[in-house]
């Protein structure tokens, strides 16, 4: 059979199973081919080929590889013998209990191959589809068969090796014909393996079941079996293995097939390998899973809360220089690569991103931060679990030896989301309280996705499970309740999450130590608050503040007073507010703002002059150069901000003041940048039905109409506009053409004959007979409708 078969067995599937092709292969109708002939072209292209390939498990591929592999069409009774053969209890290939369990697997195997339209013909002669075995090259982890191995020989090696192999050659005909039938033979090929040393048949048994070929420099390859030494130069004099290159030898496919004893794959199993590892309770591993998500929320969010007012810089390059990534680190506590990690998610949920040179938050976050933890959380896991970014090679260097930095552009990897979509997958798929080892996870998407390349695909995976639980998509290494909400992408994540978190408390307990011990998670506008005035000081089940002169002077740059502070503790706090926090509060607020600082280039403003004498006898301030402008102001060529600082460093309560003398407030979510949360992404799923069938119907249309479809003749239709819609809605139900008028961009009227599909947001899509293609018609340009025949 031909493409031209090949095209003909298409058009001869149901409608069905076109639909089915289409919703498997989506690849395969954008844009919608204007036929079946089409529709077959574009199947058999090797880039859809090869799509449809890495879509497939293994046992799957198996199928289609020992198909390709045989030399001619074959039935489902002969698949099955073969197929037999490489599962275990099964090597006489005679059926009964390994072909009882082989057959249903089988036969699924082969719908599934038939429904992707990889293979094709009947049941009794089923072929690959053309190009398959092009794409499948080299199938099995077989080498090149003796005519490509042997191909560039020259004719009197080949007449060496043939007189080698069959004594009573005697020249005449295709030379690599002849050396491929002989072997071919089962016989020939175990003489001939007989006659070599046991070092000899241990490097052959090595390439048996692949890699077929390898490296040797130092071997002779123009030998003939009397002369050969080695037992490379032994199997090459036998021609059991060729030479392909100046350095390289290869088995040729004919002797592997031999070798492997009628075998074309070493072991095979219709199912996928089972998931192992240690069974936890369930319930416990969803109590730590939720605590590990309720910390990630608070850790992303107090990253955002740092960056707000000391937001870093961003690279020349793009991304987060590596100190920046060590500080954010030690600030929140965390080891590196989880820092990386809380950075990278922030980003891709819309919560920080670039603005004026540095990272900030987005006015997204200001709309997070008020959510409940559990829609929090459900945002950072749908941003993590669809990015298309791999945080787990933050600190690595890439092909020319640069370090791969957070939030840089390189750290994009187009298969990760894919990946960490497949590892979610799995895990769901887990028994409850089971959990997996990362390498019956590896072992099971190695089964699934056999064409991946297994070291990147590795990784990724391996980086997928420390990162699930780290956020708390597992605990304890078993897939959470809400994990695997997440894995289904359902969106029921939050309401699953929402009763295993703790409960936020609006109180602290305050201690004559100048420390506030909080007894559980604060809720946002309290922990925003106690943030502000005092520092952690430790965490954990209860976080510890503690208050500090240099913590309430925060408090007071950002426009609180005194009373302010002291009320908000009154009213938070489950004991009396200690006297040594309240005489701080005082001390430190009567004297903040006694000195003020402007613009000269800067200048210091005080009502007390002695405050200034003493600032001016004060050595460190000689490097501020001041000068005395009156008894209560000082000037100096240090700008605001320096000077600021300075004073503080030197003991003092400075504030900063505008040029119209008021006092310059340092809010501590004042930076902001453009931006707003990610919206929710979903996994790639199958085209819609009515985008399906609209497709099939569009393809048997052309095919059966392949020249240019003309209208009716006379002026286009014109009719109301409910009339239009009714008569549209009502082919769209019976699936009958319609003749319309159009109105194109320049307001000229043209004809068309369409198959309407569906009408949404003020569009009909239909498939344009009159050009051949699906297209989107706006309603208000539709003029009026009109019947036609057939």
Known sequence: MTGTDFGEWLRGRSDERLRALVAARPELVTPVPAHIDGLAARACSP??????????????????????????PADRETLLALLARAVPGGSDGSGGSVGEALGPALDAALDLLATRALIYGPEDALRPAPG??????????????????FRHHPPERLDVLLRDIDPAYKGGGPAVARLAALLADPATVARLVGEVSPQARAALDELVWGPASGRLPNARRDVDAASAQSPIEQLLARGLLGATGEETVALPREVALVLRDGRVHRDLSPGPPALEGPVRDQDLADRTAAGQAFAFVRTVEELCEVWSVDPPGVLRAGGLAVRDLRRTAQLLDLPEWA???????????????????????????DGWRIKATEDRWAVLADAWATMERAPGLIGERDDRDRPLNALHPDLRRPGAAQMRARTLAVLESAPPGLAPTPESVLARLAWEQPRRRPALRDRLVRFALREAEHIGVTGLGVPSSHGRSVARGDGGAAGLLAPLLPQAVDHVLLQADLTAVAPGPLTTDLGRRLALMADVESKGGATVYRFSEQSIRRALDA????????????????????QPLAYLVGDVARRHGRIRVGVASAYIRCDDPALLDEVLADKRAHLLRLRRLAPTVLASKTSRAALVDSLRAMGYAPVAESLEGDVVVARADARRTEGRLAARVTAAAAPDPETVTAAVRAMRAGDSRRRPVEAP???VPRSPATATISALQEAIRQGSRVWIGYLDSQGHATSRILEPARMEGGYLTAYDETRATVHRFALHRITGIGEIGG
């Open 713 to 715: 003749g006379g002026e």
């Open 559 to 578: 426009g609180h007073s005194a009373g302010d502070l002291l009320a908000m503790l009154e009213r938070h706090s489950a004991t009396p507010v200690p």
């Open 132 to 149: 398959v075995a092009e794409a499948l090259d080299p199938p099995a982890a077989l080498g090149p068969p003796v005519a490509e191995v």
């Open 47 to 72: 880039s859809a080929i090869g799509r449809a390939l890495d879509r497939l498990d293994r046992f799957s591929l198996s199928v289609l590889e020992t198909l390709v592999l045989r030399p001619g």
């Open 339 to 365: 820092a990386g990690l809380v950075v990278e998610v922030a980003h891709a949920a819309g919560l920080v991103a670039v603005g004026e040179g540095d990272w900030l938050p987005t006015g997204g976050y």
